[in-house]
Nanobody, 115 residues
Framework: QVLLVESGGGLVQAGGSLRLSCGAS????????MAWYRQAPGKQRELVAS???????DYADSVQGRFIISRDNAKESVYLQMSSLKPEDTAIYYC?????????WGQGTQVTVSS
């Protein structure tokens, strides 16, 4: 059974920081591209950041320079360090694992940024 479990969400003031974690099980973690998506109320789910199996990263323009994605293959985990948070970062954040035809999602963790 594949499980992706996110943690680290919460309520933070604008300008603050949070670190999200996603632990994976049931997959050959090191080959997967891992990503963080988010979905705000009334909006479509959007890609926030991704990191491939070689460690190359990609970011949405809206978070470039503020968020950092990283992975630890030994711990089968991916992280999202979020800094300089803005109220518009408020959303449910989802962890995603993708490899060829295989695509898995976590249950999401709420991030709320107050102004």
């Amino acid at each position: 059974q594949v499980l992706l479990v996110e943690s680290g969400g919460g309520l933070v003031q604008a300008g603050g920081s949070l670190r999200l974690s996603c632990g994976a099980s049931g997959i050959f973690f090191s080959v997967y591209t891992m990503a963080w998506y988010r979905q705000a109320p009334g909006k479509q789910r959007e890609l926030v950041a991704s990191i491939n199996n070689g460690g190359s990263t990609d970011y949405a323009d809206s978070v470039q320079g503020r968020f950092i994605i990283s992975r630890d293959n030994a711990k089968e985990s991916v992280y999202l360090q979020m800094s300089s948070l803005k109220p518009e970062d408020t959303a449910i954040y989802y962890c995603n694992a993708n490899y060829q035809a295989y695509d898995y999602w976590g249950q999401g963790t709420q991030v709320t940024v107050s102004s």
